[in-house]
């Protein structure tokens, strides 16, 4: 499960943070569509993203609940919302590294402005049509999990 | 004030008495030596020496008396002003050339209720309020240095009712023939009721802006509900129904499938609607900074986002080249242009490939971009309507839209500070003009750091 400065080599991991059940539906069926060997995990909001990424209660069973290769981040959510959750995971030593994708409906300046302040990596903003979301599914399939090539193994899993 | 050499001995009157006493005594002793030539000749001579001096002591008495009755103009005058300011309703003082005060009047005395000791000047300032005493000092210190009349504003206690008010004083200097100051004179007025409407008006203004502030924030909350809790619950609406007509479309019949595709193509129309309202409203409580923008950079950005879409249409589209730099915002532009530009594109005749110009005329201080086609045109009566939100003139059937578009153009031309007008004929074409203002400082903007702008502005667009 190593990469040598290489894109993966194996299914990549990609945890996704959302909490509108529509949304969580439509964005596995456009990885099933788009036929992605990808394992997806979803957390179905803030604070069960933070559970999954910092390894609380029965996700600290890392063969189970991997760390993913990449974080799709919904930004509105009750209680806790990606913002939060992205400054959390951009201030651990060891989940810094994970690329961050939010996948939002929010084109709002401000969204945009607080994200990148916080560490994004991407601000993608969700298409309306399912077309146009397959359409993004797939770029994000073919830039950060084909072309890009991702941090040493190590600095990801010392956790 | 006292008058100099009142009390001295005129030498006039001292010269008189002796004439009168020399003509006397040579009345008295004219008997006596009224024989001999040479005592008469010598008696002519005290004659003339006695009448002239009696005639020096008569024009330097009439002098002396009039020099007295000058003294006595002066001293009714002042007695007079006094008495004049004595009846005025503002404080009047005056002060002695080194600034010391040397009178008040009457209102002053009773207004701060500062009785003065037998003869003197009252403690005015005691009737100041202690934190007004130091600006007020230094000012009237330095308008005794330049000689200039000054103002000031201070609160004086008012004996009435024991509560300080705010005047505003003024002092000029008295100069004399030659010049110097003579004297200051100063008055001053109660403004407390200009004061505290005038603060009442701030703190209302205060409010007002605060309420507007708290109106712009609820308006931003809202635009920003708007675009996400719309926005999910449509795609889940067209994402499924999407889905349905792709796998399995072959089980429906004919007619479910149209109803299928009717979903679609509303949930898209209603996507878009969402887009273009966002828009218009976000427009609506835009803080627009004017800068100086390079219309060439615009129309660089916006041909881009049109290249597919004219290659689809067969459109020829030609910019012209010597397009000025505009004062105005390059978001806003690009918005107005690229929204002038999808309409030249979509209100096109059938079977006519489009033309499209981007042309410039200059005027004074000011520069039209006018963008014409060789579309379907607009009858004049309608040259209102199109501006309005959701008025539109095809049905969505005919030329799909939102009835948005042109009322985001004006709406955003609005704000640059420029104006939009719009010429057609049915079955021709329309051409509609953008005037804007070529230097931000004439849309009555300030522009600080102009060269800096541009340079930025073309770096970063």
Redesign the interface.
Known sequence: MRNNGKSLDRAAHILLIEDNRMDIELTLDAFRERRLQNEIHVATGGQQGLDYLFGHGKHCDREAYPLPDLILLDLKMPVIDGHEVLRQIKHDEHLKTIPVIVLTSSQEEVDRAISYANGANSYLVKPVSFEGFMGVVQQIDSYWLTLNVPPPFEYTTQK | MSVAGKNRLEPGLVVSAVGTILVAAIWAGRDVTSNGTRESAYLWIVWLVACAMIAIALLSFRRFSRQESRVRVVEESEAGLRQLADAMPQLVWTARPDGTRDYLNQRWIQYAGIAPAQGDTPDWKRAVYPADIGAYEQAWRSALETGEAFDAEYRILRARDNSYRWHLMRAEPIRDAKGQITRWVGASTDIEDQKSAEYLLNSLNLELKEDVRDRIRQLEAF??SV???L??????I???A??LVKRHGTSLNPQGRHYLENI?DA??HM?ALIDDL?DYSRLGHKAITLKPVDLHAVFSDVMLSFESKAAESGADIQVSDTLPVASGDHTLLTQIFTNLLDNALKYRRRNVAPIIRISCTSAESSVIVSVSDNGIGIAERNFERIFKVFDRLHSDDEFPGTGIGLAVVRRAIDLIGGTISVESQVGIGSTFHVRLAIRATDAGCDLPQLALAVSAERANP
């Open positions: 635009s920003y675009s996400h809790d926005r999910a619950p449509l795609r889940a067209s994402g499924f999407e889905i679609v949930s898209r996507g966002l």
